[in-house]
């Protein structure tokens, strides 16, 4: 009797063990099923002769960007659209991570926990994708880049949906280049510079510079001048403006007008390191976004070693700070909207590219914000003129240079938004060794917009 009774135990703990190893997996398998599914070893999913369709991907308006015909993957019958939305729609071999056919792959081929990769009725609901872009507003925007490699990118800061995203360098699904990967033109193709990439921003950057003086000095900042004859010598080494112009005595306004480093060099030296640091991971450097669930790569800034002359020119934008450009765009929604954003969504349906996130969304006070509002409008109406952009759209933006050296011309950008609430639009413009920040990256947004109008 006892050794019945001892092998009765062990099976009831091993039945015990059973079952709850079986409810483990059972749980794993409704959480990460969709997951395992779509690992590259996959041979149901993605050999030649799979049987998987992937659903159709569609823009805000629901014109077809891709989709499955004859077990191909056909995409839009546009080769200007095709290249301006690679990185977000995706490419047949799903090189590109940040893409909706990557990221979404679970839902495109109808995945579920009860059929898995089945081709069922059940499996066919629900696997088309409409985005909130707009396919000939991407468009408009691939050909501002005009053949330069960059990021551009437009959301409603009310909403969060995303209407433009544009990333090169690219080029078109339909037709893959060959030896992609050993062709200098191709270089960094698979990555998303919207999503996944960080540039030096140049003078975008004096924004969160004068930020920070709202901060030190809230009741005197707008009054604060400084002297500039072109260049100063700061930490035995010297700090230039643009073409060594003088812009004289001026404030703060007046400088941002001028894009004056002279200017704001001074400011952040008399701000000091720490709490120019502070005021920038305030406002979303050294910060992972996201638009959905998916991560851009952090805007940069770490001035514990600088000394007096690199913290001069961190202050204008260079040094070793970078900038992420759907933060910039996140960053101007948020001036936009008394210093807080709306997280940026890809996909009408709350999914992958269109859930909540849990991130802080206050970047900046409200009075630091309607504060950049007035200085970023001051500086459209008065210094790069109102004609550049739609009518009555009260633009306000700031472009910047960022010089990367070793005989490249500059990064260009613009960021800003639109004041008139009829047209809640922020904007992130950024142009790889373009012109100059108003020749290219300005051109370019102005025509973005004024595509966006019509």
């Known amino acids: 009797m006892k050794t019945v009774g001892f092998r009765s135990i062990v099976l009831y703990i091993l ?32 050999a030649e002769d799979s049987t ?12 077809v960007l891709a989709h499955t015909e004859d077990g ?45 990769l089945n081709d069922t009725v059940l499996s066919r609901l629900g696997r088309d994708v409409e ?28 909403t969060g949906e995303v209407l433009c995203k544009v990333s090169a360098p690219t080029f078109d699904p339909a037709d893959p280049p060959e030896e992609i990967e ?14 996944s990439a960080s540039f030096t921003p140049g003078s975008i950057f004096k924004l969160v510079t004068a930020a920070a003086a709202m901060e030190k000095w809230p009741d005197t900042w707008s009054d604060r001048t400084y002297d500039c004859q072109g260049s100063i010598e700061m930490g035995g080494d010297v700090i230039t403006c643009l073409h060594g112009e003088a812009h004289g005595e001026q404030t703060l306004g007046e400088a941002l007008g001028h894009s004056c480093n002279v200017y704001f060099a001074q400011l952040a030296r008399d701000i000091g390191a720490a709490a120019l640091q502070k005021k920038a991971e305030e406002m979303g450097y050294n910060v992972t976004f996201h638009m959905g669930n998916v991560p851009t790569a952090e805007s940069e800034i770490d001035l514990t070693a600088a000394n007096e002359n ?7 934008g260079q040094y070793t700070i970078l900038a992420n450009p759907t933060h910039m765009m996140c960053l101007m929604g948020a001036i936009a909207n008394g210093g807080e954003f709306v997280p940026p969504r890809l996909t009408k349906e709350i999914d992958l590219f269109g859930g909540l996130t ?52 500059p990064n260009c950008w613009m960021v800003g938004f639109c004041g008139n609430e009829a047209h809640p639009y922020a904007f992130a ?24 109008e019509n």
């Open 182 to 195: 050993d062709d200098p033109d191709y270089k960094g193709v698979y990555l998303d510079n919207t999503l």
């Open 429 to 452: 413009v950024m142009v790889e060794e373009g012109a100059g920040g108003m020749e290219s990256a300005g051109n370019a947004a102005a025509a973005v917009l004024r595509a966006l």
């Open 52 to 63: 998987v369709e992937m659903g159709a991907i569609k823009d805000r308006e629901g014109d």
């Open 72 to 116: 191909a993957r056909i995409y839009s019958d546009s080769e200007t659209v095709r290249k301006a939305l690679l990185h977000t729609v995706g490419d047949p071999d799903s090189n590109i991570s940040t893409s909706v056919e990557y990221a979404m792959r679970a839902k495109l081929t109808g995945y579920n926990v009860v059929t898995g």
């Open 15 to 46: 039945l015990v063990l059973f079952l709850g190893g079986l409810g483990f997996f059972g749980v794993r398998l409704l959480v990460y099923g969709d997951q395992w599914a779509m690992q590259p070893y996959n041979g149901h999913l993605y």
């Open 310 to 316: 690199q913290l001069g020119w961190a202050g204008v």
């Open 358 to 409: 849990t991130e802080n969304r206050r970047l900046l006070t409200e009075t630091e914000a309607a504060n950049l509002k007035v200085l970023l409008r001051n500086v459209v109406e008065d210094y790069y003129g109102d004609w550049l952009f739609p009518e009555g759209w009260e633009v306000c933006a700031k472009t910047g240079t960022g010089e990367v050296g070793e005989g490249r011309n």
């Open 131 to 158: 985005l909130t872009v707009e396919d000939a507003l991407c468009a408009a925007a691939y050909r501002a880049l005009d053949g330069h490699n960059g990021a551009i990118l437009v959301y409603n800061y009310r």
